[in-house]
């Protein structure tokens, strides 16, 4: 894997108890506590740095019993890397809003149903915040109301004040978890800016963290438009509003091409999004362009490939998967050799394309951070009419 650059200028980090992050950098999806298909020696072979974990998941099982026992969660699953937990907020706009499962949101949080037989889950945003002092993670992010394109401008309303008053109930648990475990290195807090595409109510929610005490902000809502499209404008607003030495954590947002596009407008940057690994399970590989050394990253997909493994060609080429990769399975491994794991259905084959598409994705990042970009760090105004 290639070292930083002892002599680069220091860009923005993400500082916590488990080290400090160069920003902008990737985080792997490990909601159970795990990043399927690798462990962690593997996470740090390729690149990785921190993971994202979802504390209403492991609240459920294995229970904060059983990572209390083993000494917080960084033992128990055997990462010394930097641990972030999600709230399981999100999970709130896919199993109710848009799958229609049983439950209701609440003035005082969130009550739900996986399944009609499954044990009723209850959502507050002190109970949340507990879950993840109790896995000791190094940043927590508070419960938020997720709305998506499709709603309402009251709904977007109504999912902004609601955030907001969630956010302040989970700083004051927040300061007494600190006061309680005597913390010398508390966990950082996230607060979630919701507000869907309307900049004024982006701006309040924005404002109204900021002087609850937020440390970093996550955009909310669902990422993409309509159509599809990644909600540029929306991101562009949130770099130019927040406390320019904050973090922000761009929850969900994952496909290479905009992960070029939203650090053309900052650098400050925090992806996570399942998309590198269940592609990699799915035998969907990323392969940068042959002539990728003279080129810059623009925000399209121009500066990379899509490779199915499954292809019938592939039983056939003895290539690596990315000839500039220097991954494990590129390394070591042939096209033909990865089509045939996958199509003999052996585990190894999962290992192995999760491997390489996440090291695709911290060689992007190094590429970012080294200014490789048409328009490094360019901040868009913000729009406020």
């Not at 894997?1 to 992050?21: E, Q, R």
């Not at 949340?128 to 009251?154: M, N, Y």
């Not at 509003?241 to 904050?246: M, S």
């Not at 650098?267 to 050394?293: K, N, Q």
Request: hydrophobic share 40%; charged share 25%; aromatic share 8%.
């Amino acid at each position: 894997m290639t070292s930083p650059d002892p002599a680069a200028p220091a860009g923005p980090s993400l500082d916590t108890a488990h080290g400090s992050v160069v920003l902008p950098t990737f985080l792997p999806d490990g909601t159970r506590a795990s990043v399927r298909a690798v462990d962690t020696l593997d996470l740090a072979t390729v690149g990785i740095e921190a993971v994202m974990v979802n504390a209403m998941h492991l609240a459920q099982r294995p229970g904060l019993q059983t990572i209390k026992r083993a000494g917080g969660l960084h033992r128990f699953m055997a990462w010394d890397g930097v641990i972030v937990s999600d709230s399981g907020g999100f999970q709130v706009l896919s199993l109710l809003r848009k799958q229609g499962k049983k439950g209701a949101i609440r003035a005082s949080g969130v009550t739900f149903q996986e399944s009609p037989t499954a044990k009723k889950i209850v959502l507050t945003p002190e109970k949340v915040i507990e879950w993840q002092f109790g896995l000791r993670s190094d940043v927590v992010v508070a419960l938020d109301d997720c709305t998506g394109p499709e709603d309402s401008p009251a709904e977007q309303l109504a999912s902004t004040e609601r955030t907001i008053r969630w956010f302040r109930q989970a700083r004051q648990a927040y300061d007494l978890q600190c006061r309680q475990r005597r913390m010398t290195e508390p966990p950082l807090l996230v607060g979630v800016v919701q507000g869907g595409t309307d900049p004024e109510l982006r701006q309040r929610c924005v404002d109204a963290l900021v002087e609850s005490g937020a440390q970093g902000f996550g955009f909310g809502g669902w990422p993409l438009s309509a159509e599809g499209e990644l909600e540029r404008e929306m991101f562009a607003l949130l770099s130019r509003i927040t406390p320019q030495d904050a973090p922000l954590f761009a929850l969900g947002v994952g496909r290479p091409e905009h992960l070029v596009s939203l650090c053309e407008l900052d650098m400050r940057w925090v992806f996570d999004c399942t998309i590198p690994t269940r592609d990699a399970r799915h035998g969907r590989l990323y392969a940068f362009v042959p002539e990728i050394a003279d080129r810059l990253l623009t925000p399209d997909r121009s500066f990379y490939q899509n490779v199915y493994i499954l292809d019938e060609e592939n039983s056939r080429k003895d290539e690596p998967i990315c000839a500039t990769c220097d991954c494990p399975t590129c390394r070591r491994y042939s096209r033909s050799y990865l089509h045939h794991l996958f199509r003999v259905k052996d585990g190894l084959a999962d290992r192995l394309a999760t491997l390489h598409n996440l090291r695709f994705y911290t060689r992007l990042l190094e590429m970012i951070r080294a200014g490789r970009m048409a328009r490094p760090g360019l901040r868009e105004p913000a729009r406020l009419g």
